[in-house]
């Protein structure tokens, strides 16, 4: 199988260099997607690595690289490709994302806050930037600003129960007892058999 994947690389490494077809690039992309929906990771990273060769600037490929790094617990590799995607385009807000997941699975929480920061000075409410951030407002044991956060992205995303979720919790840490009690209750309105809110009420006796 190795033997049959290294000479498949070699293929496509020559097609590249010798005038590859529209179709030939795209089987190397259906090929990465495949590996990594059978949760074959390195092996994705591995079908697109020739592209990055070809081309270091290959913006695409450079996130894709550095999610699927992430994937495979590579996190410093991850943060590598995605300083390289924010060198390649500074404006990227999808690599400015992309950074925070290899530094939050560090527990980099002020790295990873930044940025996050970065992103919501151009997209102020971006949903993931928000999530991010408030995960490492916890992570940092900032419960008074991530109550106060949580609280003010709830009202712009009241369906979402996420949201919600980091707001009882920074209630419950602040002895909000009541108040997060009515929150959790609010997230098993949206989630139904929410493990954390279920268990929360139940030692609380509803």
Same mark, same amino acid.
């Not at 806050?113 to 991010?132: E, G, P």
């Given at each position: 199988?190795?033997?049959?994947?290294?000479?498949?690389?070699?293929?496509?490494?020559?097609?590249?260099?010798?005038?590859?077809?529209?179709?030939?690039?795209?089987?190397?992309?259906?090929?990465?997607?495949?590996?990594? !929906?059978?949760?074959?990771? &390195? /092996? #994705?990273?591995?079908?697109?690595?020739?592209? @990055? *060769?070809?081309?270091?600037?290959? +913006?695409?490929?450079?996130?894709?690289?550095?999610?699927?790094?992430?994937?495979?617990?590579?996190?410093?590799?991850?943060?590598?490709?995605?300083?390289?995607?924010?060198?390649?385009?500074?404006?990227?807000?999808?690599?400015?994302?992309?950074?925070?997941?290899?530094?939050?699975?560090?527990?980099?929480?002020?790295?990873?806050?930044?940025? !996050?920061?970065?992103?919501? &000075? /151009? #997209?102020?409410?971006?949903?993931?930037?928000? @999530? *991010?951030?408030?995960?490492?407002? +916890?992570?940092?044991?900032?419960?008074?600003?991530?109550?106060?956060?949580?609280?003010?992205?709830?009202?712009?995303?009241?369906?979402?129960?996420?949201?919600?979720?980091?707001?009882?919790?920074?209630?419950?840490?602040?002895?909000?007892?009541?108040?997060?009690?009515?929150?959790?209750?609010?997230?098993?309105?949206?989630?139904?058999?929410?493990?954390?809110?279920?268990?929360?009420?139940?030692?609380?006796?509803?």
């Amino acid at each position: 199988m190795k033997l049959i994947k290294f000479w498949s690389i070699l293929a496509v490494i020559s097609l590249l260099y010798t005038g590859s077809s529209h179709a030939s690039v795209s089987e190397l992309w259906s090929e990465s997607y495949r590996y990594e !929906a059978m949760g074959e990771y &390195a /092996t #994705a990273a591995q079908s697109i690595e020739p592209l @990055i *060769r070809h081309n270091p600037r290959h +913006e695409f490929a450079v996130i894709r690289h550095g999610w699927l790094n992430y994937l495979q617990g590579k996190h410093n590799e991850s943060i590598d490709d995605y300083k390289k995607a924010i060198e390649i385009n500074p404006n990227s807000l999808d690599s400015l994302l992309g950074m925070t997941l290899p530094l939050l699975a560090q527990k980099r929480w002020r790295e990873a806050a930044n940025y !996050a920061t970065k992103v919501l &000075a /151009t #997209a102020s409410w971006n949903y993931f930037a928000h @999530i *991010r951030l408030m995960t490492c407002e +916890e992570g940092q044991g900032q419960w008074k600003t991530l109550e106060l956060h949580a609280d003010s992205v709830a009202s712009r995303y009241p369906a979402d129960a996420t949201v919600l979720v980091y707001l009882a919790r920074a209630r419950s840490h602040l002895g909000k007892t009541s108040s997060a009690r009515t929150t959790y209750k609010k997230v098993l309105a949206r989630v139904p058999g929410h493990i954390e809110a279920t268990q929360y009420l139940n030692n609380l006796g509803r």
